[in-house]
């Protein structure tokens, strides 16, 4: 009996081996949890085009929006470790949505296996163009002498806007009137109009407002300047230290997906990240690259979960 199980688990083992050295043998799905239009469905889009270049079978977008990102996410979870169904992750989603949901469905730290880091993305101070503040210190003190007065949009309770702005006002002393929308879209259009007044949006979503003249950046979010906004300070040059956000995106597969297939995948997207034609397009939208390997994107998961495990507390948020 132990001479046949041993026999099986090394079929097992050779059939897994194949099947690593065929992969992809049929095209693959990209599981872009947020609806399209924003920030993370153009980075999905942006990878999963040349990816499917490198792999040589197609790589298709697929949006499963809704809850913060988490329905997408469960769906790569339980979806077959195959390496033929992967999901866009971001910050939001795989380190600040856990802190604030008590239900999720998947265990963000058990149900999935880091691929690769593939892009960051700079989160900015947005004013729509009636706010009187021209820089953050006028702006900061409009809003201690008038706490609530100005509304400050977001893409949803615990989204990494609602999160940059809350922290942004743990570091500043000012206090803003919170107005969560169900995606960044519809908080920018409201940006647009007047409707509310800041915005701490992820740069592609406001850069091409900003260079119509439309909307105003008061500062970056950023240890350094935007390459794309190089006159505008960062939030520290502004007077407001230690609030420094950076949305990044990475791949993740299933659990138990086999380590050979997340090692192509892993080497595919490190080396897209690095491409020149790449990363002038990331530039064209405000984005950098931000390659790192499957330990790197565990590592980074980490390290973001207890950085805003601390500012989750220290704003008061409550888990719903």
């Known amino acids: ?119 960051t993305v700079p989160n900015v101070l947005a004013v729509s163009a009636n706010t009187p503040a021209r820089t953050v210190a006028e702006l900061v003190a409009y809003a201690r002498q008038n706490p609530d007065k100005l509304n400050m949009a977001s893409a949803g309770i615990g989204s990494v806007n609602h999160l940059t702005g809350e922290l942004f006002m743990l570091r500043s002393g000012a206090r803003f009137a919170h107005v969560p929308y169900r995606g960044a879209g519809p908080a920018t259009a409201d940006l647009l109009s007047g409707q509310v007044q800041i915005l701490f949006a992820n740069l592609p979503n406001v850069l091409p407002y900003v260079k119509a003249g439309q909307l105003r950046v008061l500062a970056v979010a950023s240890d350094k300047r935007s390459p794309a906004l190089p006159d505008v300070p960062t939030l520290a040059e502004a007077g407001v230290n230690d609030a420094v956000v950076e949305s990044w995106y990475g791949v993740m597969a299933p659990a138990r997906t086999n380590p050979e297939v997340i090692r192509k995948l892993q080497d595919a997207i490190v080396g897209i990240a690095k491409e020149k034609a790449m990363i002038a397009h990331l530039s064209d939208q405000g984005a950098l690259p931000f390659p790192g390997s499957s330990v790197d994107l565990a590592r980074q998961s980490e390290q973001e979960t207890e950085r805003w495990t601390r500012i989750i507390q220290g704003a008061h948020i409550q888990a719903n």
Do not use: H
Not at 8 to 14: E, N, T
Not at 64 to 80: D, H, L, Y
Not at 101 to 114: E, G, M, T, V
């Open 1 to 119: 009996m132990m001479k046949l199980i041993a026999a099986a688990a090394v079929a097992l083992g050779l059939c897994m081996n194949a099947a690593a050295q065929t992969y992809p043998a049929r095209p693959v799905t990209l599981v872009v949890p947020f609806a399209p239009g924003g920030t993370v469905n153009l980075m999905g889009r942006l990878l999963a085009t040349r990816l499917s270049e490198v792999l040589g079978q197609p790589v298709i977008v697929e949006n499963k929006p809704g809850a913060g990102g988490s329905i997408g996410a469960n769906f790569v979870a339980k979806a077959a470790p195959d390496g033929y169904t992967l999901l866009l992750a971001t910050m939001g989603q795989q380190s600040i949505q856990p802190l604030l949901s008590r239900d999720l469905p998947y265990d963000p730290a058990k149900d999935f296996a880091p691929v690769a880091l593939f892009a």
